[in-house]
């Protein structure tokens, strides 16, 4: 990205939030957790399965 600015049109966006590193397996799994936990459907169900994997 660093190449193409000054020789074609770049454009960028300031984001406030949290940013998720999908291209790697953690990352991926991460944003999953994260997206899961914030719906009341599915949170108590995640935070009692992941409570079977913390200090393990």
Known sequence: ???LIGQV????L???GH???CG???GFLEAQIAFALKRPDLAPA???FL???IDA
């Open 51 to 53: 409570k079977n994997y």
């Open 1 to 3: 990205m660093a190449r």
């Open 19 to 21: 940013r998720f590193d």
């Open 9 to 12: 049109p770049f454009h960028g």
């Open 24 to 26: 790697n397996k953690i």
């Open 14 to 16: 300031r984001y406030e």
């Open 46 to 48: 995640v935070r009692a």
